[in-house]
């Protein structure tokens, strides 16, 4: 009896050691990258967390359920199929959501692509609205249809927007103009869900190294040195991890309670400090 009573104690204890217990999380683009971060650590922290991402991804979808269901912690998981740019996939991943476990605490809006680097010259329309009708729509779709479940747990939206909004990057229209939007988007969300109770907030990451930020890095004639320009661009002197952003999202998420609106830079310093940036020769000297 007294080993069952020492038992009962340390689940409780347990249980008050978790940041996120028994909330119910949306996870779209939560496969790889800093999706896939934000689903472990949730789940570690004892959430209920639906998470999604293309057919193409199916398999790697699963694989994480897997692991997580045999030591992934204290929380659940789930796959679902969606691509983020149809309005009825959505749909059906809340629906999915609010079926098996009732209601919705939070909403991190992950999902997101990039474009080969490139002057705005050789940008095609479909590409631009590729990676808008992804990032943007995708968001907005998401918000649309999780906010009157999120309304009745007074829950939060979480926007992975990135720190290219404030500083600007080259060749890179399509994408940090869906990064410019999803910033925007927070902060309109915020004043109008405030009514409710909802918290919308979001991340703005530097340099992370994931399977993206690879991509982008083998676009570039020398990718080593890519990396290393990558590196030297942030203070801290290295790219961030997925880890560390899934973390940033945990604390929005769990002890941000007094935060709306709000843009959580998480750069390493990257936007810090004056620079040599003139790539003029000639031709933009003073009228005076």
Not at 99 to 128: H, M, Q, W
Not at 260 to 275: I, K, M
Request: net charge neutral.
């Amino acid at each position: 009896m007294l080993e069952t009573s020492g038992r009962t104690a340390r689940g409780a204890v347990m249980a008050t050691a978790l940041l996120y217990p028994d909330k119910v999380v949306i996870v779209t683009g939560g496969t790889r990258g800093i999706g896939e971060a934000i689903v472990r650590e949730f789940v570690h922290q004892g959430a209920k967390v639906v998470f999604c991402a293309p057919e193409r991804e199916e398999e790697q979808g699963k694989k994480i359920v897997q692991e997580l269901e045999f030591c992934g912690g204290p929380g659940e998981v789930y796959f679902q199929i969606c691509d983020v740019r149809c309005e009825k996939a959505i749909q059906n991943l809340v629906a999915v959501t609010i079926e098996l476990y009732g209601k919705l605490d939070c909403l991190v809006n992950n999902a997101g692509i990039v474009s080969s680097p490139k002057p705005i010259d050789n940008i095609t329309t479909k590409e631009f609205h590729n990676v808008m009708d992804t990032n943007v729509v995708g968001s907005f779709l998401a918000s649309k249809y999780a906010l009157p479940y999120l309304r009745k747990t007074k829950g939060n939206i979480i926007n992975l927007s990135s720190i290219v909004h404030i500083i600007g990057v080259g060749h890179s229209v399509p994408y940090t103009s869906s990064k410019g939007a999803i910033s925007a988007m927070t902060k309109a969300l915020a004043i109008d869900e405030s009514k409710y109770c909802v918290r919308v907030n979001s991340i703005s990451p530097g340099i992370i190294w994931t399977p993206m930020q690879e991509w982008v890095v083998n676009q570039q004639p020398d990718p080593e040195a890519a990396i290393r320009d990558s590196k030297d661009s942030q203070l801290l002197g290295r790219m961030g991890t997925p880890a560390e952003i899934a973390k940033a999202a945990l604390f929005l998420a769990a002890d941000a309670t007094f935060c709306t609106g709000f843009d959580l830079v998480a750069s390493g310093g990257a936007e810090l400090g004056f620079a040599h940036k003139s790539q003029v020769t000639s031709g933009c000297g003073s009228k005076d």
